[in-house]
């Protein structure tokens, strides 16, 4: 409770600025992990993060002292960066240079190093680029700057001035915030390399839009009044780009986050609007004797409305981004949040200056209020390096997540009832027992459990049995609804009946089969699908046939391999005896789904030593033969339709 407290306090005193727009996606792990020594080389290189990421520039993997070993472009998919390596590495020491983009349009990169064979741990011989440029930090804050004083001076007319005067402001320093706005926002997009491809480009993108409308509007209205409202009203429509732009959106954040942010701008705008109108519009524009002041003192109390507001926001933004009070000095988010704090704090002093001098006439209260407009200006500088750093909540998370990697998969206990479904590029599997007891376990491409946050069986929150690994009780019925994030993933348990029996006389059949031709669609969640026709022909025969890609012929010992628009190529191998069913001879949790007057839904567990495989298969009632199968697994992601069985087939060698 003290150091909650003490995180309130500090709330109080910080002036949380537009942080909508601050976090990062940050790295949770990388597959291999860095400095690992490995006995046999990876096909390619994970990355996961937090969040949603794109490709950023500069990907590089390398052997040490040599050339590329990048065997095509980078793929990013939801969390995931996957970076494909060639084939047949030899022995040595390998870097990696990693880049990403992510959806609040941070560029982040990084590097990590690994070993093949045996060697001492390696080191990375690439480097990454610096995150944070004086470059960037000055456009952000003049992206800042120009949207609050823009949109804080329209505020100002409504709120302030027209009650008043009964007339509106100039509009030209409108005009030139928008102009900021549409320079800055232009120079961001280019910046973070993000386009329109990501959240925070795209509001980017629109902002700028809306700025050039706006400022050309306000600059129409200096010599036509009646372009005013369209200046005011595109200066106003540009105060939710922070919010939406920013990580409150996210999927597994509160729904309070984006309005707590969206108070924050708007109070912030009208403080700073309202401080540029009174230390350099109002003195310059003609008025009757005693409006400036009355409109000072109309502004001071709303101001202070406005202060308030600041500080009862700003105790969310602590608590949703500060786990301790201990990362106010540990961390780098929270050093910049005291530095906030110590210049709200002078602002706080300025202006109960200002209110004090309001009874000794407007010429005094401009001094005042022109120091606080410096010390609100430098402020936002501030604010411009603070969103290029990942608050204390985020570092926790992802530090949680480095201390505890995930491992090999739980297998379920025999009576449970088990299915799976591809998550993205994560497997994510559900087994649940008779009583209800269900146990969820999300599987990532490299075979070990996968950290997907806080989850829910049912509607209701799931314990925690380690790293991608929940529990919880399944409510009666069929369908086991899980959800984490923004994700939600349906699981049909079906009749759920014994059927071991089953699967073993289908397991029989197939076996004795003369010949089986099916088509199989296989992805991984992080590349493209491929598509293979297979033959398999008692005893010993079998082809393929991938669309686009190799073809294949072995008959007996016999093997000849064609790759596209190449000649074929002859070769030796082991015997393989033929038809052999997809899911082998082990299998375990046979359960019964569905039956019907022509077919049998069966699902159960090939529990391959560390490589599990689930299984649902649609079975011919009469033969047992196999209609349709699916498969989830590790980066294996498998549907099957089977085409013919015991159709005559003779598969002869290539001319």
Known sequence: MTQRLVVVVAALTALALPAAASAHANLVRTVPADRAALSQAPGQILVVFDDVVRVGPGNEAVRNGAGSILAGAPLAQGKTLALPLRSNLGDGDYSVRWSIISDDGHEEQGVLAFAVGSAPPPVPTLRAGAHVGVTVVLTRWLFFSGLLMAAGLALFDVVVWRPVARRGLPTGWIAIGLAAVFVSASALVHQTHAG???????????????????????????????????????????????????????????????PIDFLHVLAVAFWLGGLAALAVIVPRVKVARGLAGAAARRFSRLALVAVLLIAATGIGRALAELWSVSQLWTTSYGRALVVKSALFGVLVVLGWLSRSRLAAGYARLRASVASELVVLLGLLVAVGVLTALPPGRTLRAVQAAKAAPGGPPKLPPPDATVVAQRDGHLAATVAVRPSGATLVTFIGPDANTADVGPVTIDGRPAGDCGVG??????????????AHGGTTLRFDLGLRRPASGLVLRATHAYRRLHSAVYWQRIASGLGPAVVTIWKEVAPDELSYDIANGASAIVIGKNRWDRLPGQGWQRSTTVLLPMPVPLWGERFANAQLLRTGPKAYVVSFLSPNAGFPAWFTVTLDRRTLHPLSLTMTAAAHFMRVRYLSWNRPIKLRPPS
């Open 196 to 258: 329109a491809s990501t959240r925070f480009g795209l509001v980017i993108v629109i902002s700028a839009g809306v700025a050039a409308a706006g400022a050309t509007a306000a600059a129409v209205a200096t010599v036509d009044r009646t372009a005013a409202p369209f200046a005011l009203v595109l200066a106003l429509a540009l105060l939710p780009a922070p919010t939406l732009a920013g990580h409150s959106l996210d999927a597994g954040r509160s729904w309070v986050d984006a």
């Open 469 to 482: 690994c929940y529990t919880g009780t399944a409510r009666p019925g069929r369908i086991v609804t899980v």
